[in-house]
């Protein structure tokens, strides 16, 4: 298929713990759709710019060890730790993520792409996209899913929590999809895809 002006773009956001990458997984494996994850894309630009780990190093000179590697558990602690830093680390990344989203999105040839983004507004990525998707879950599903993916004690989970605002992308998203573990992930997906790219189902 060629790429055409039609191609339209779906920004996926929620919560952590919602189930953004699982919602994400289906989009790609029951309907093909290509997904950009800006946390995976955002954890090789600190591996591989050089722009990008020179200005994180000036921050820090500890975020990254004697083998160029970023130090994952310092750069959270780092970022988590004032609201000044968390600015600051983004002011950094986000630039460098959108130019390579951009670039990705130039590459792709479908009627539709996703972009797997936590914090869609706080990044301003809203603007790349032309829908959003909000993944929601009950907090308890959410804080539950955390602690067992990322072996974190709860009040770990709740500082991290308070930097995001969900409820406010909730409110300014096009589409709302359920991810409680109980309610249909994919009948969902095709009810929001039959209103956005039909041709695709």
Known sequence: MRKTEIMKRLGVTG??????????????????????????RARIITLTDIDVIDALTALDKDLYDEQNQLDKVHLAQYMFSSEEHYKQVNQIIHPAVRDDLREWMSLRHAPLVAVESAILYESHFETEVDHVLFVDAPLEVRVQRIMARDGLEQAQIKQRLQRQHPEAARQRADYVLMNDGQTNVKQQLKSILRSLVPEIL
């Open 15 to 40: 919560g952590m713990g919602s189930g953004k990458s699982y919602v994400c997984r289906v989009l790609t494996e029951g309907f093909g759709i290509p997904v950009y994850n800006c946390d995976i």
